[in-house]
Each structure stands twice: as C-alpha cells, then as structure tokens.
C-alpha cells in the first residue's frame, strides 16, 4: 500500500512538472491530484525537489558518467591514434545516449524541459563545458603528436559544442519519434564531423618517406 502511494505520487509529480515546470509546479495539486493530503506527502518526500529528483537524478547521472567516461577513454589514446579517430568513437557513443535517452524520455522531457529552478537547470550547459575542455585537449594532443591543426577561439568552440548538445536534445523538445530521431543524430552527427574537419584543417604529421617521394 505504502509502496502504491509513492508511486503515485511520483506518476502525479511527473504530470504537474511537465505541464506546469518545477517552479511553477504545486504540493497541494500534486497531492490533490494523488488522493493523499499534502502533509501526507511529507512522509515519503521531504520536498518538491525530493519528488523531482527520484524521477530525474538516477538517468541524468548515468547519462553524464558514460560522457565522461567515453571522453577520458579518448583522451587516453595516444594524440597519433586520437588525430586518426576523431569521429569513430562518436557514432556508438552518440546512439547508445539515443538508446539511453528514450528507454527514459519521461526523465529526460524533464530535465530539459522543466528543470528551470532545480540543480538540473544548467545540464546542458555542464555538457557543453566537458566538450570544450575536451575539444582542446584534444588539439593539444594531436599537435604534440606532430599532427598540422588550426587554432580555435574558445568562444566558437563553446558556440559549436553548445548547438551540437542543444541539438542532440531537440528529439526530446519536440516529442519525436525513435525513428525518425536516429536519422536525426545521424544527419547532426555527418554535419557536425564534416565541420569540423574542415575547421580544424586536421593533417598527419609528413614522414621522412613521404617527403623524399
């Protein structure tokens, strides 16, 4: 019974804060909308935030632990093997989040959504500063690798990375499909290499074979 009661005060929440957004979001309704009484709530959540973490907090955090573990496994590599696979890691990447990201679309409409108010508000943001770090460890290594790679401003990475993420996340804005969403990412993934391939201008360090050819 008790176990029945938080469940439906989760459902409720989950309702209020997608139609109305944390802030705006009401105890009382959630409650009214449960069929319990607001101090009754208080037995199983100690506040608004409490109900919207149990339905956010555990996807987002496995959400940005595989991010960070799939960029330190990256930058891990040798710059030549770095300078080598610039793309390759981001597809499997990038599809697996897609796969992440609709077993739990209810959490993430949340966090993106309405998380304005909460801890959660500046998500994106947070991936958007790892990809920028990353970005340039990533120019460092390769040119310690003896790899030719323009120079970047960081505002216009920051600018790049951020449409990118922001971008990835608009399947969730706009309610579409998995199918159509997996085209999708893989048009944003295409556009997003082809682009920076050409900004970065990337070239293999010439050999003593190749320059005597």
Same mark, same amino acid.
């Given at each position: ?8 005060? /989760? &459902? ?15 105890? =009382? =309704?959630?409650?009214?909308? !449960?069929?319990? #009484? ?19 907090? +555990?996807?987002?955090?496995?959400? /940005?632990?595989?991010?960070? @573990?799939? $960029?330190?496994?990256?930058? &891990? ?9 610039? +793309? ?14 609709? $077993?739990?679309?209810?959490?993430? %409409? ?5 998380? !304005?108010?909460?801890?959660? &508000? ?7 500063? *790892? &990809?920028?770090?990353?970005?340039? $460890?990533? *120019? ?45 990412? $893989?048009?944003?993934?295409?556009? @997003?290499? !082809?682009?920076?391939?050409? /900004? ?6 010439? #050999?003593?074979? %190749?320059?005597?050819?």
């Amino acid at each position: 019974m008790a176990g029945d009661t938080r469940n439906k005060i /989760l &459902e409720c929440g989950r309702k209020e804060f997608l139609e109305k957004g944390y802030e705006g979001a009401s105890l =009382r =309704r959630i409650a009214k909308a !449960a069929g319990v #009484t607001t101090g009754a709530i208080y037995g199983y959540f100690p506040d608004k935030m409490a109900i919207f973490e149990e339905l956010t907090g +555990a996807q987002a955090k496995e959400l /940005l632990e595989y991010y960070l @573990t799939v $960029q330190r496994k990256f930058a &891990e590599l040798p710059g030549d093997e770095q300078g080598q696979h610039m +793309a390759d890691g981001s597809e499997a990447g990038l599809f697996w989040m897609l796969d992440y990201i609709y $077993q739990h679309f209810d959490a993430f %409409k949340l966090l993106i959504c309405s998380s !304005a108010g909460t801890e959660y &508000e500046g998500y994106l943001n947070g991936m958007v500063e *790892i &990809e920028t770090k990353a970005t340039f $460890q990533f *120019i460092d290594a390769v040119r310690r690798a003896g790899w030719q790679i323009n120079d970047v401003d960081e505002e216009l990475v920051h600018m790049l990375s951020s449409s990118f993420f922001y971008g990835i996340f608009e399947i969730v804005v706009h309610d579409m499909p998995k199918e159509r969403a997996e085209g999708y990412i $893989q048009n944003l993934l295409e556009f @997003t290499t !082809a682009g920076w391939t050409k /900004l970065l201008g990337l070239k293999p360090p010439v #050999t003593a074979e %190749k320059e005597k050819s």
